[in-house]
Structure formats: C-alpha cells, structure tokens
C-alpha cells in the first residue's frame, strides 16, 4: 500500500509539467494564479517535492481538472462520483462530490475545531467560490472582513479576493463548497412570485 502511494505521488510532477507546458504557461504566470511560489512549484514538477491537497487544490482549480485525475486515482464503481475523503492541513477532510474535468467542482469540507487566537494567511487565486455551511460555525476572512457564517448561510466571492476558511473553538464545521474557474459562478434561480398561484391568491 505505502509502495503504491509513493508512485502515485512520484508520478505527479510529470503531470503538472505537462498541463502547464500544454497551457503555454510559465512558473511565474502559475505562481501569480495560484498563490504557489515558482521554486515550489518547479519542485513538484521535478518531482523534488510531493504535493500536498493544499497545493493540488489550486492547480486543479487552475487547470480545470479534477484531483483524481492529478494523481491518477483509481475510479469508482460508478465513474461519475468518487467519495474517498482526503486528508487535509490541521486534520481536515476534504470530499469531492463531483468528477467532472472542468467546470464548477463541488467539494464537501469538515473541519475541526479551531482556534480563535489564530492569525489567518488568507491567500487569493484565479477561480470563484460558493461556500454553503452545513453544521457549525465557519470563520470566513475575505479581504478586510472577518465573518462568522452559521448553519444555513452562504457566501460567494471572486477567488482573486484574498480569502481564508477556518472553524472556531465553539467545534468542527462542515460545508459545502462550489469551486469554478474564473467569471464562472453558480446561478441560483428564485422563485417568481409574479405569477398566481393555482387558486388565484
């Protein structure tokens, strides 16, 4: 099992060379969309560094493929949907909910409790964001605000806004959370109330 997580790990690198050469795009330009520093990503792709979910997050989004397909994850029985969570920083667990290359990516995210001394390093990259809170508190920092968002309560903003997710020490929270490139944003349809109901009120 630890053999195969390495290759899958090793093998990493050579893909992300290969999307960012098929992009046209430099180490620098990448860095600038990212948030990821040239020498780390130039690291990654000679395979000096192994990536963690933080860095893949950004470069799938960036990319417009799935992480699956950044490590070469083996399918599910049903190819459309894979819910194997990963790990992630500070031992949060990230879900996908969706396989599909390009597009809006749903992701379910649990987090534990945090702490409400910790400093925030928000970080900005190319894409737009729909966060949808499940259970618990979400501490949001967008650029200049600092927002507590309850069970039930959304946010959607512009990625190239720095942006920070974290819990607080009231207990974990989970959320859901749309990820889309660029200009790209979720459309949310409301019910029109202009037309009569069937009894005519």
Do not use: C
């Not at 909910?97 to 987090?111: E, H, M, N, S, W």
């Amino acid at each position: 099992m630890s053999d195969d997580f390495d290759t899958t790990l090793d093998a990493v690198g050579a893909r992300l060379k290969h999307l960012r050469l098929r992009r046209e795009v430099t180490l620098t330009q990448l860095a600038e969309a990212t948030g990821i520093s040239a020498s780390t990503l130039s690291r990654l792709e000679s395979g000096l560094r192994r990536p963690t979910l933080e860095q893949l997050l950004p470069l799938a989004r960036y990319y417009g493929v799935t992480i699956d397909s950044l490590v070469d994850a083996p399918q599910s029985a049903d190819p459309r949907i894979d819910l194997r969570p990963l790990a992630g920083w500070g031992g949060s667990v990230i879900i996908p909910l969706t396989r599909r290359p390009g597009g809006i990516q749903a992701y379910k995210f649990v987090l534990p409790a945090g702490d409400d001394d910790v400093v925030p390093e928000p970080r900005s990259h190319e894409g737009y964001d729909w966060a949808y809170v499940l259970n618990g508190t979400l501490r949001l920092v967008l650029g200049d605000q600092d927002l507590l968002l309850k069970a039930g309560e959304a946010a959607e903003f512009d990625t190239r806004t720095p942006h920070w997710f974290g819990a607080t020490s009231a207990g974990p929270v989970e959320y859901l959370s749309l990820i889309g490139r660029q200009g790209e944003r979720a459309h949310v349809r409301a019910t029109d109330n202009s037309r009569p109901s069937p009894d005519g009120r």
